[in-house]
């Protein structure tokens, strides 16, 4: 609360009618409305007196076929879990974060339904998901290139901006992609904005040693995955197994830090650094959806 200086507020979501999210992953599709039936009628702008003479009310209603992590979002620890051996038995299972299994092996409905509990997005709301934002500026420094940033560059910014973080903090990274997002023409951006503007180097342990030791709880980016979503290839020090998303890894499966990804960070960082601030009181709970495994959410700072 001590950040909020002014009162000024920003909505750091982009709009979910922007295209981008299938460009940058052909998985996930934008969102598809229904409208809900009533007694045969399409519930969208029905004049309710088809229902009885006497009503004067137009009435709405809608289904929203969702893709959870579309655009704007955060990573639940059920996204990502890993193949681990828990019990040393040589045998790998599919665990996520503590742990937890949120299928069961044996089909005995024990630490399935526990797991899925447990790690589910709706922990992470059931804790308000409200606190201070640190916002560094990769964008301002390294432009709409691609840079694969490790912990020696990401200090190197910080201490030039005068950035500090604590225990508690949840780190936003400004790149400046969702802004090309926000630029690109209504049939959606130029598929090159897969390859733009920076990420964090997952591959860099001294910056995964970084994100543990200072105790941060979450880390956003204005980017498709904070990290890069194609170091297959140039992957160093993994082995024959490893990680496709080694930053997801570490944050999602080992350490219990969320992440939020395709925020909308510019118009945020452009205050910030026009008053000489890295810091705000951000607001980010994502839904109360009990499985759901991520969530689409509209984080707002306070500055
Ligand atoms: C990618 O889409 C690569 O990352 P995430 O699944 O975390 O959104």
């Known amino acids: 609360m001590q950040e909020v200086i002014t009162g000024d507020i920003f909505c750091l979501s982009l709009p979910l009618d922007r295209p981008g999210g299938q460009v940058l992953n052909d998985h996930r599709c934008a969102p598809v409305f229904k409208p809900v039936m009533r007694?045969?009628?399409?519930?969208?702008?029905?004049?309710?007196?088809?229902?009885?003479?006497?009503?004067?009310?137009?009435?709405?209603?809608?289904?929203?076929?969702l893709y959870s992590q579309y655009s704007t979002q955060w990573d639940g620890f059920a996204h990502k879990g890993s193949m681990f051996d828990v019990d040393g038995s040589g045998v790998r299972r599919r665990v996520h974060y503590n742990g937890w299994e949120i299928v069961d092996a044996n089909s005995r409905g024990t630490q399935g339904e526990l797991g899925a509990r447990a790690v589910s997005i709706a922990s992470m709301a059931e804790t308000g998901v409200q606190g201070r934002g640190v916002l560094v500026d990769l964008h301002h420094h390294l432009g709409n290139e691609r840079t694969?940033?490790?912990?020696?560059?990401?200090?190197?910014?910080?201490?030039?901006?005068?950035?500090?973080?604590?225990?508690?903090?949840?780190?936003?990274?400004?790149?400046?992609?969702g802004q090309l997002i926000m630029n690109s023409p209504a049939t959606g951006?130029?598929?090159?904005?897969?390859?733009?503007?920076?990420?964090?180097?997952?591959?860099?342990?001294?910056?995964?040693?970084?994100?543990?030791?200072?105790?941060?709880?979450?880390?956003?980016?204005?980017?498709?995955?904070?990290?890069?979503?194609?170091?297959?290839?140039?992957?160093?020090?993994?082995?024959?197994?490893?990680?496709?998303?080694?930053?997801?890894?570490?944050c999602l499966f080992k350490i219990g830090v969320h992440l939020g990804e395709?925020?909308?960070?510019?118009?945020?960082?452009?205050?910030?650094?026009?008053?000489?601030?890295?810091?705000?009181?951000?607001?980010?709970?994502?839904?109360?959806?009990?499985?759901?495994?991520?969530?689409?959410?509209?984080?707002?700072?306070?500055?």
Not at 154 to 172: F, H, K, N, P, W
């Open 39 to 65: 007694s045969g009628n399409q519930v969208f702008n029905f004049p309710m007196e088809q229902v009885d003479p006497r009503f004067s009310d137009v009435s709405s209603d809608e289904a929203v076929l």
């Open 148 to 177: 694969q940033v490790d912990l020696n560059m990401l200090l190197r910014i910080m201490e030039a901006d005068r950035v500090t973080v604590s225990e508690g903090d949840i780190l936003c990274i400004h790149s400046g992609l």
């Open 189 to 250: 951006p130029d598929p090159s904005i897969r390859l733009a503007c920076a990420v964090l180097d997952g591959t860099d342990s001294a910056l995964l040693n970084w994100i543990t030791e200072t105790g941060l709880v979450a880390i956003a980016a204005d980017n498709l995955a904070v990290e890069s979503s194609s170091t297959l290839g140039v992957r160093k020090n993994i082995g024959p197994h490893g990680p496709v998303l080694p930053l997801h890894e570490h």
């Open 262 to 303: 395709l925020w909308y960070l510019t118009e945020l960082a452009q205050w910030l650094r026009t008053h000489e601030r890295s810091r705000f009181l951000l607001t980010a709970p994502p839904l109360r959806l009990p499985g759901a495994v991520g969530s689409p959410v509209t984080p707002v700072a306070t500055v």
